[in-house]
């Protein structure tokens, strides 16, 4: 082991009960304290230690947008972003969907998706734990979005898709939550998963970590953990070079653990594979960036109209 590098004996990890957590990070994105281990056992990434259910409740229900959005209502351009990004989940995954399934999004944030599937026919609802942007969700967008805790939901098989966008990596227990989300799910239904992927890695070294973010995964320790809470793979959209990880998973009844400590060492070279300059000269960056870019000016031009044309349809379609 390097002699800059500390190793922790930490609870046991969430995907393989390993107890070993090998430090990579002391800091966050605001160079404030936050420690960040890779399991030696499997290659997950998670704080140390990991918070627990109650920290990480209270911590959504009342903090969560504030400290890291800055508003406590949607802005315009928040609510245009979010709705294109509805429209593209829904783009994504149509082929593979009919009109007679039942949607559930966990963690909706403003609700957008869940309104963007229902205005296509499904019957669509969602939960968000975070109070700020509730009243936003019901009362101008009319989207079936209730503040609720996933684990209030009862156990029972009552949706087709459940959606999780940018959410995975904010449970204090992954594992958990699955299992929790395979209850939820009819017989071959299916869970749609989004968040950001370590293998690219999505972010400079020094903006890689932060309090919200529990856990970072790769596509192979996403895949491990759906494995082994009974998922089965069945697209993954994006590559380990795209910033985000996308994949749709099947309902399955099989669990098995599929983990290798080689990972752990593809975990921490992505980490470290670039520097600021390498990182953000890479064409694949410069092109998303030169479209995000973009994207920002239209917000910025068009987000007004946009979002007071979307607000007159939705409460013309109630």
């Not at 802005?75 to 783009?91: D, F, P």
């Not at 101008?140 to 999780?164: C, G, H, I, M």
Request: proline share 4%; glycine share 6%.
């Amino acid at each position: 082991m390097d002699s800059n590098q500390t190793q922790h004996t930490a609870s046991k990890c969430d995907l393989c009960g390993g107890s070993t957590f090998e430090e990579i990070s002391n800091r966050d994105r605001r160079d404030e304290e936050l420690f960040t281990g890779v399991c030696t056992g499997c290659g997950l990434v998670a704080h140390i230690p990991v918070p627990s259910e109650e920290e990480v409740s209270a911590y959504y229900a009342e903090q969560y947008r504030r400290d890291y959005h800055g508003e406590s209502t949607p802005s315009q351009r928040r609510i245009m972003r979010a709705w294109k990004n509805g429209e593209r989940i829904l783009k994504q995954l149509f082929p593979r969907l009919n009109k007679e399934m039942k949607v559930f999004e966990i963690g909706a944030g403003i609700g957008c998706t869940v309104k963007a599937f229902e205005l296509q026919g499904f019957d669509a609802s969602g939960i968000e734990p975070n109070k700020d942007f509730n009243a936003f969700t019901r009362e101008q967008l009319k989207a079936s979005v209730e503040n609720r805790n996933l684990y209030d939901l009862p156990a029972e098989p009552t949706y087709d898709l459940v959606l999780l966008i940018h959410v995975i990596e904010h449970f204090s227990s992954p594992t958990r939550a699955l299992t929790q989300i395979h209850n939820l799910i009819k017989e071959d239904g299916f869970f749609y998963v989004e968040c950001p992927n370590l293998a690219a890695p999505f972010a400079t070294y020094d903006r890689l970590f932060h309090y919200a973010h529990i856990y970072n995964f790769t596509p192979a320790t996403l895949i491990a953990l759906a494995k082994k809470c009974g998922f089965e793979l069945v697209s993954q959209f994006t590559d380990e070079s795209h910033p985000d990880i996308h994949m749709l998973f099947r309902k399955v009844d099989e669990k098995s653990l599929d983990v290798s400590p080689a990972e752990a060492e593809r975990s921490k070279a992505a980490v470290h594979r670039y520097n600021n300059l390498t990182y953000h000269l890479r064409p694949a960056y410069l092109g998303r960036r030169i479209v995000k870019l973009f994207s920002y000016l239209q917000e910025f031009i068009f987000a007004r109209a946009f979002v007071k044309g979307l607000l007159k349809f939705c409460n013309k379609k109630k």
